[in-house]
């Protein structure tokens, strides 16, 4: 077992982790080489095959293997998607049957992004996506000016912007009750609130564990502990089902925002310990030089702990939001349409039966590209935080 | 003293005539909690299957189809006027009572089996059964089968899990015969199988077979077996506590029956309510007669859900019918042509 999750990483090169990745680069330092041309090329890649994947008789058990498996499936797979696959048309009738009707993803794809938002009000929910875009934008960039700005504009500004741009009712805009959002800007809207919530929530949670106070510390340790003991499904569950129960008669809270303050709850307690840990991280001697400054404690904490707290947990951070991403789909358990639920549900049309599998190859698709690209921010992150971390060692 | 006394007593006058006021104005309201919800919401809120062809689902437009979704058209017709001011609410077979219990609905229309323990244990009503289904079989045309009892011998596609490998083994020893099983964990992977020519056939819930014929490469080399050999009775669910509200959903479905029989469709409603003769369909389509104002409910209430949605035999048609899955009528039959769905009388 020790093998094998020694050589995952080498095997297959998206993993993340940074310390595998710079290991991995190692052998490929041109340094090390002859310059001898072709010739050179070619040791040089039979040089990093032998030391990656045929180093040992385990080694080259595993790529075998790996490589037959490939073999079997992955030429099926491109038959089924590429070359039998059908795209024109705007009905079952325009597929061959054969390979995978991608008509049915083109026939769907507005319901799919934007659930049953109304047609002539989606550039609300496109405007909303861009402007979360030029906000991000420089938040993750490395070299910029006023990133606090920026930050509290995504985390403050841009909710209520966009509060008023998707539900409307207000400056003229139509009301868009929430029961007709879905799709893929379901799984934004949830994994931005819940991102956003959670972490405030969460930071103040850790602050609470970390406090002299018993009271305070107790009760924060309680919150976390008791929310990351109960599985996301069950909350979910608790707030679909038993929570209206308890309500008196008459008063309902729209299903989403149950959603969202249960996902919220669930993250924060989450994040809490990520943010706990990049506490721990700072070095004690900053806490106690900031209090010989005669700092009160609250500026210790916002001015001193945490920003250096947050740059060291930004990586587990980005994972948390990867997770929360992800966990996003469970509430269609609920009967909330997000992106999965809606490809399940088109899937349910008499026209379209039979043809779930392209839309969960769609889905992936989707969520592949949205997380992956979450995590491989998250490894640069990182990467550049070893190496301020050694050139300041 | 003497006009201290009189304030006082028409303070007291006062009051009890805005008692009185307040007692009289809350007769004048209906006795049914819900339907003054959703009167004074303008919308019925229908809690429908999270998908399932035939009964729930969306079509390209996003917009709400199916037998269960018609049903709540109907009653929104009935009670609002509107078939369109419904809104829906997705939910799962876990969630599914409790989001009724809780008022979070008006009213469940869920493919939802009708149980004792359902009625008395949840304290839910099930007024109206709008599909009668059972365990029904579908066979590869080529085999010539057209009974159940003609599959002995043959293998059929089957999910595990469910009680559908139960009902076939007592099915075999009431029968004396062996049908075959092959089991599978998932729906795709049985289709796929039967299609495949691993079995000669697949059985489940009469709507899931249906479902699962248009499925197949080629559907017409599928037949669908008249007979069932379990039966369910699937409908409306409402709350214990609203006598009034159930016996309107109850007869929002025997007004698509009473159309049906009566040949009043989506089509022609409007020129029978002007022109028609008949006593029966002058009072069914309200305009004789005081049946809609003792339901609360407008006079018209029964020409409202035909102009609507029509009635049952042209809801069943789309779905299940020649325009859906091409499930045969059977059980869903009207009593008259040898199904359960029994047309009651109007007065």
């Known amino acids: 077992m020790a093998i094998l999750l020694e050589q995952r990483p080498k095997a297959s090169p998206t993993t993340s982790s940074a310390a595998s990745t710079s290991s991995m680069t190692r052998p490929m330092d041109p340094t090390s080489l002859t310059q001898e041309g072709s010739k050179g090329l070619r040791s040089r890649i039979s040089n990093w095959l032998r030391r990656n994947l045929f180093g040992s008789l385990a080694n080259t058990i595993l790529t075998l293997s790996v490589l037959i498996l490939l073999g079997l499936t992955v030429p099926r797979f491109i038959d089924w998607a590429i070359t039998h696959a059908s795209i024109g048309g705007n009905s079952k009738s325009a597929c061959s049957g054969d390979g995978a009707c991608w008509t049915f993803i083109k026939v769907r794809l507005a319901t799919f992004i934007y659930g049953h938002y109304p047609a002539g009000e989606l550039w609300r929910v496109n405007v909303a996506a861009i402007l979360l875009a030029i906000l991000i934008i420089p938040v993750i960039r490395q070299h910029v000016k006023r990133r606090g700005l920026w930050l509290l504009g995504l985390v403050i500004g841009y909710p209520a912007v966009a509060c008023v741009l998707l539900i409307g009712g207000t400056l003229g805009l139509p009301f868009v009750p929430t029961d007709l959002w879905g799709g893929l800007m379901l799984n934004v809207v949830m994994t931005f609130i819940a991102l956003v919530g959670s972490f405030v929530l969460g930071t103040l949670l850790a602050l609470g564990r970390r406090s002299t106070l018993p009271i305070v510390r107790l009760l924060s340790v309680g919150f976390i502990e008791l929310w990351r003991a109960v599985p996301l499904l069950t909350i979910l569950f608790m707030s679909a089902v038993m929570l209206p129960l308890f309500l008196p008669d008459g008063v309902s809270i729209d299903r989403l925002v149950r959603a969202i303050v249960a996902l919220t709850l669930f993250t924060s307690a989450y994040m809490a310990e990520v943010v706990r840990g990049g506490l721990q991280s700072v070095p004690e001697g900053q806490e106690e030089a900031a209090y010989s400054l005669g700092l009160r404690w609250i500026d210790v904490q916002i001015f001193v702990l945490l920003p250096q707290a947050f740059r060291q947990a930004l990586p587990a951070i980005i994972n948390t939001a990867v997770e929360l991403f992800k966990d996003t789909t469970l509430v269609t358990m609920i009967g909330v349409f997000d992106l999965l639920g809606a490809v399940t549900l088109a899937s349910k049309d008499p026209n379209w039966i039979g043809y779930v599998k392209e839309g969960y190859v769609f889905a992936m698709l989707v969520f592949f590209v949205c997380c992956f690209s979450m995590s491989f921010y998250g490894r640069r992150v990182e990467r550049r935080l070893n190496r301020d971390r050694s050139n300041a060692g | ?347």
Request: proline share 2%.
């Open chain 2, 1 to 347: 003293m003497m006009t201290r006394n009189i304030v006082k007593y028409a303070a007291l006058v006062s009051i009890v005539a805005g008692l009185t006021g307040s007692v009289t104005a809350s007769q004048a309201a209906s006795e049914s909690a819900t339907l003054d919800a959703v009167k004074a919401r303008g919308e019925l809120i229908c809690g429908v299957d999270t998908g399932m062809p035939g009964f729930a689902f969306q079509d390209s437009s996003g917009e709400w189809k199916g037998l269960d979704v018609s049903y709540c058209r109907a009653i929104a017709a009935a009670v609002l006027g509107d078939p369109q001011k419904v809104k829906f609410i997705g939910t799962t077979s876990k969630v599914r009572f409790t989001v009724l219990q809780s008022r979070e609905i008006d009213v469940l229309v869920r493919d939802s089996e009708y149980t004792l323990a359902r009625n008395s244990q949840l304290r839910l009503m099930e007024p109206a059964v709008n599909f009668y289904t059972g365990q029904t079989f579908m066979a590869r045309k080529s085999l010539g089968v057209s009974h159940v009892k003609e599959l002995d011998g043959a293998t059929i596609c089957v999910l595990t899990g469910t009680t559908l490998e139960t009902n076939i083994a007592d099915y075999n020893r009431a029968m004396k015969i062996k049908i075959n099983t092959l089991l599978f964990d998932k729906p795709e992977e049985a289709f796929a199988a039967a299609d495949a020519q691993r079995c000669d056939g697949y059985t489940d819930d009469s709507g899931s077979v249906a479902a699962a014929r248009s499925t197949m490469k080629v559907p017409e080399d599928w037949v669908i077996l008249p007979e069932t050999i379990s039966s369910q009775a699937q409908g409306a669910f409402t709350r214990y506590d609203d006598d009034q509200w159930t016996t309107i959903v109850k007869w929002t479905h025997g007004a698509m029956l009473k159309a049906e029989a009566l040949g009043i469709t989506k089509a022609n409603v409007d020129e029978l309510k002007s022109t028609s003769t008949d006593p029966q369909v002058k009072k069914f389509l309200g305009v004789e007669g005081e049946l809609g104002g003792a339901l609360g409910l407008n006079n018209d209430f029964a020409y409202q859900i035909v102009k609507g949605v029509g009635n049952y035999a042209e809801v069943y048609d789309e779905y299940f019918g020649s325009k859906g899955l091409q499930l045969p009528r059977g059980l869903n039959e009207l009593y008259t042509k040898g199904g359960l769905q029994y047309v009651a009388s109007w007065y």
